[in-house]
């Protein structure tokens, strides 16, 4: 299975975690049977949104810790270029290029928690390219591993 993340399940993915996101990465990572495809966009966002203030007083990451954290992703997945295509999630378009990274990687799910991924529309747009749309609680359900 291939799946792609956006930043709100990896930035709590941390090595300070085991919540759901944690063990879904965990459990993607060590198994070379599934592949976790990313892009050098969403690696920018989870550096970007784990310095945020509100998410620096609940994670408490230097930016060496951010950064190595990063750096783990970087080295578990297989980072690709997403094209640039036709809005989809027209609630907020800075999400497309997670759904065009998915796309590029031929993904088989795209693990998500922000709504907008959820909207109707997208879920056509995704379901045509077969991509399931899933938080990490149901990621974890689908694999066994929850």
Not at 51 to 56: D, E, F, G, I, V
Not at 92 to 97: A, I, Q, V
């Amino acid at each position: 299975m291939i799946v792609t993340f956006d930043a709100s399940i990896l930035v709590r993915a941390t090595k300070r975690s085991n919540g759901p996101a944690r063990r879904v990465m965990n459990a993607l990572a060590g198994n070379n049977e599934h592949v976790i495809a990313l892009s050098p966009y969403i690696l920018g966002e989870v550096s970007r949104v784990l310095a945020y203030p509100r998410l620096q007083a609940i994670y408490r990451l230097t930016p060496d810790e951010i950064q190595e954290h990063v750096e783990f992703l970087r080295s578990v997945a297989r980072i690709v270029e997403p094209a640039v295509g036709a809005a989809v999630v027209l609630d907020d378009p800075d999400d497309d290029p997670v759904i065009y990274t998915a796309i590029a990687a031929g993904a088989d799910a795209l693990c998500v928690k922000d709504k907008h991924f959820y909207a109707p529309s997208v879920l056509a747009f995704c379901a045509h390219e077969d991509i399931q749309v899933m938080d990490d609680v149901a990621l974890l359900a689908f694999l066994g591993a929850g």
